[in-house]
Each structure stands twice: as C-alpha cells, then as structure tokens.
C-alpha cells in the first residue's frame, strides 16, 4: 500500500483515523486501511499495586522422630492500569489518553510438609505447597479487542527430599525430586483478532 517513492497520493494531515470523515489515500496518515502496516506504536503505561497478606507458619514435634509443618496465607492484591496507546503513522487510537482498569484477586496458599529423622544427621522430608502469582493487564496491545486483563497463575509444588550431614558435619549431602503443577500460565501469545488482525 506503500510505493516505493513514498505514499499514494496528496496525504491530509494525521487526525486519527476516528476523527477523519474521509479516510485519506492509502499510505497516508488517518486512513484505516494502513492499520495494520503500523508497527510504530506511542504510549504510556502506569500500574499501581496494592498488596497485603496475613500468614502463619509453624512445626509440631510429633516424637524424637517425626515432625509436622504446616502454614496458610491469605493474600489480597489490587492493580490499577492506567494505559494510552496510539500507533504513530496512521493515528490510530488503540486505547485513549485516561483509559483505566481495576482488577482484584484474592488467595488462600497452604503448606503441608512431614519430616522424619532417623539419626541426628538425617532427615527425611515430603512437602506440598500452593503458590499465586497475581494478574495483569495487557501492557502491548495492538488493537482495541486485545486491552484486557488476564488471570491469576497458581501452582502446586510437592517435593521429596533428605538433607544430611557427614564427618563432623564437615559435608554436607542434601537431594531432593520436585513435581510442579501450574494451572492457568501466565505465557505472551499472538492470537487473531475477530477482524483477522494480529493481537498480542
């Protein structure tokens, strides 16, 4: 849409692409059709965070032997996305100046963990735990459809391990297998827009 000697006829001055009646010929500023050749992108993005918790976190010795863990927490996060977005040749508008968002979430992370110690230099452990990680907010949308928010990110942790001690506790031998569950990961994606457009 772009000749080689520049753009396609007399371009009228760069309004955006919502403000011009007419959109002018193609390749220059204002009209629509040039979209999504627009890779120049102007903008600010602002998020303000909010984040309390409240836990507890404690081990019961159940013999000489055997102890238990265990732990909660409850945590509360608010974000506030204050964003404006505008691709810079055409003036296209993805998200005006003011554009705001809120979003909140909430979570409750256990522990649970059972330890064994059959000498004075070996213990045996087994834990299962729950981690958050807070949502968001799209700060790199390339049109209107993809300014959102996304989910929170939570993940099950369990592992197997035996931490020990040798010659006077002058090494030190400790091993341990994980296995990590994630639900909801948080990846950056492209995906088609319902016109067919590129999102990010």
């Known amino acids: 849409l772009i000749g080689?000697?520049?753009?396609i006829g007399p371009c009228p001055p760069p309004p955006g692409a919502?403000?011009?009646?007419?959109?002018g010929p193609l390749g220059?500023?204002?009209?629509?059709?040039?979209?999504?050749?627009?890779?120049?992108?102007?903008?600010t993005n602002d998020v303000e965070v909010s984040n309390y918790a409240a836990f507890a976190h404690g081990t019961l010795a159940l013999n000489e032997r055997w102890s238990?863990?265990?732990?909660l927490r409850y945590t509360h996060e608010r974000k506030v996305h204050t964003l404006f977005y505008q691709r810079f040749n055409s003036g296209y508008i993805i998200a005006p100046a003011g554009t705001r968002t809120a979003r909140s979430w909430d979570a409750v992370t256990p522990k649970a963990g059972l330890e064994f110690r059959p000498s004075d230099n070996v213990m045996w452990y087994?834990?299962?735990?729950?981690?958050?990680?807070?949502?968001?907010?799209?700060?790199?949308?390339?049109?209107?459809?993809?300014?959102?928010?996304?989910?929170?990110?939570?993940?099950?942790?369990?592992?197997?391990?035996v931490k020990s001690t040798w010659f006077d506790r002058r090494r030190i031998a400790n091993a341990a297998v994980f296995h990590?569950?994630?639900?909801?990961?948080?990846?950056?994606?492209?995906?088609?827009?319902?016109?067919?457009?590129?999102?990010?």
Do not use: H, K, M
């Not at 949502?135 to 993940?155: H, K, T």
């Open 68 to 71: 238990a863990t265990g732990g």
């Open 18 to 23: 919502s403000l011009l009646p007419t959109p």
């Open 28 to 43: 220059c500023a204002g009209n629509p059709n040039n979209i999504p050749l627009d890779l120049d992108f102007f903008g």
């Open 126 to 161: 087994a834990s299962a735990s729950r981690g958050f990680r807070s949502g968001g907010f799209n700060g790199r949308p390339f049109y209107r459809e993809v300014v959102a928010a996304f989910d929170p990110e939570y993940l099950w942790s369990y592992e197997l391990g």
């Open 180 to 200: 990590n569950n994630y639900t909801d990961v948080q990846l950056t994606s492209n995906r088609a827009t319902a016109n067919g457009n590129v999102g990010v």
């Open 4 to 7: 080689p000697a520049g753009p």
